[in-house]
């Protein structure tokens, strides 16, 4: 996915919103799946993998899935075994991690210096 | 090269990774430290101390999250550990049976990876030599191989081995036939091997569509099974293979009909449908006053396919839990019917 590095943040930081609203919103398909797993698919490996500053945008792309599904995976399995499972706790705690790494990446400043 | 904390952070991923998966499944971490094992085994991967946070990590869920179920079912899970003939006899031999059709649909499964292991070593013994291949990627084809000295896995583990490998193989295989320009030879080959895989996927996909697909009837018949039932309900079905167990899987048991011990001391050949009918009678009777059976069509496909039991042998029996006057009907369509016994029904 070539995506112009400095359109990350602003991406990662609506689709958190985004998922979030809809969830809440109680808004319904096509709209709510679609945004919702695009979040968690995507967003929140994507904003802790782009502080690592990999050049290659595929690998980038590649670890941000598998980072995402695992961050989801032990966010929920937490929650599980600390008796607050919910989806929308999940939800909320995933998007919090992945504006972070956003908000992370704009305090390091480290986004002039990627190609 | 990527710089040395960048590195850190990278097998910091790879630990998240692990600890999704350790929870998650309780076979995929195995297959998941072999690999890694074989890499650092082989000098393909630098961070040599990984396998040995992987043995710790997988030794800790299993000391503190499993030790409930560990208690009863230790025997279980180490008692064909080593036991190799076993185990593949659970994987292959086991399989071969049932109907001449369903026969045929797992010889052709066996045949297909047959041919991608074989296309695969050709690969990868060409591409070694060449220098073209990676050793990585033959040590990750053939990392999950050892998980089938463990055990059977309920007769799932070669599959599971063969999902495991799979994306090497795929790779190994296509290298053993990628044409190089001007290869007539190689062109045709991987034609060949193309039309073989589409055929063949054909049948060893959709080969027993008829006991793997389920229709809406059913869908609505195993629906209408839990509005029917209330908690606590012992709910039996013919064969397992069925659409249920999707609502309140904790508030209801379950049973299976022709895999309790009663029915399999039934005449394998020619069961005789009237005692059938007295051994439903008497399992349900037993489970208490909430118990209901569904018998469907995939299950009957099933029993057809995979058998023990003649073909027809489930229809039969539906049929007679119709006309027996213990048994009500509870809920019937075109494709499934809910039996539960009368007062006073039991055997």
Redesign the interface.
């Known amino acids: 996915m070539t995506l112009r590095p400095r359109l990350w943040r602003p991406l990662i930081a609506a689709s958190a919103a985004a998922a979030v609203g809809v969830t809440y919103a109680g808004v319904g398909a096509p709209l709510r799946p679609l945004v919702v797993l695009w979040f968690l698919a995507v967003c929140p490996g994507m904003a802790l993998?782009r502080?690592?500053?990999?050049r290659d945008s595929v690998s980038e792309l590649v670890?941000a899935v598998?980072?995402s599904?695992?961050?989801e995976?032990?966010v929920a399995?937490i929650a599980l075994?600390g008796g607050h499972w919910s989806p929308a706790l999940v939800l909320d705690v995933v998007a919090g991690i992945a504006l972070a790494g956003a908000g992370a990446e704009t305090l390091l400043g480290r986004e002039g210096r990627r190609s | 090269m990527?710089s040395r904390g960048?590195r850190a952070?990278?097998v910091l991923?790879v630990l998240?990774?692990f600890?999704?998966?350790v929870?998650?499944h309780q076979l995929t971490p195995f297959a998941t430290l072999s690999a890694v094992t074989a890499l650092v085994v082989f000098n393909r991967s630098s961070t040599r101390a990984l396998p040995l946070i992987m043995v710790v990590a997988i030794g800790a869920w299993i000391s503190f999250?499993t030790t409930a179920y560990l208690v009863g079912h230790l025997n279980a899970l180490t008692g064909h550990v080593g036991s190799v003939e076993q185990n593949v006899s659970a994987n292959v031999g086991n399989r071969l049976g049932g109907s001449r059709g369903h026969f045929l649909v797992v010889a052709t499964r066996l045949g297909m990876t047959g041919m991608l292991w074989s296309l695969a070593t050709v690969g990868a013994v060409r591409g070694l030599r060449r220098g073209s291949i990676a050793l990585a990627a033959v040590l990750l084809a053939l990392a999950p191989f050892p998980l089938i000295l463990l055990q059977g896995y309920g007769g799932e583990m070669l599959m599971r081995v063969y999902l495991f490998a799979l994306p090497f193989m795929c790779f190994l295989a296509a290298a053993s036939i990628l044409p190089r320009s001007g290869s007539v030879f190689r062109t045709a080959a991987l034609a060949l091997a193309s039309v073989a895989l589409a055929v063949g996927c054909l049948v060893t996909r959709y080969g027993n569509e008829r006991m793997d697909m389920v229709t809406p009837a059913e869908l609505h018949a195993a629906e209408r099974l839990y509005g029917l039932a209330p908690p606590g309900s012992v709910l039996f079905a013919g064969t397992s293979n069925l659409a249920w167990k999707f609502r309140d899987y904790d508030r209801y048991r379950y049973d299976v009909v022709t895999e309790t011990p009663q029915w399999r001391r039934l005449d394998p050949d020619d069961p005789d449908i009237g005692h059938a009918v007295r051994l439903v009678s008497a399992l349900m009777a037993q489970a208490g006053p909430h118990a209901y059976l569904i018998i469907t069509r995939n299950e009957m496909a099933d029993a057809d396919i995979r058998g023990p039991s003649p073909p027809g042998t489930l229809a039969r029996l539906e049929q007679a839990l119709e006309r027996s006057p213990h048994f009500a009907v509870a809920y019937r369509n075109s494709e499934a019917a809910i039996f539960r016994l009368r007062a006073g029904g039991g055997a």
């Open positions: 993998v502080l690592l500053r990999l670890l598998a980072v599904l695992s961050l995976t032990v399995a075994y | 990527p960048t952070a990278l991923v998240l990774v600890a999704a998966i929870p998650s999250m």
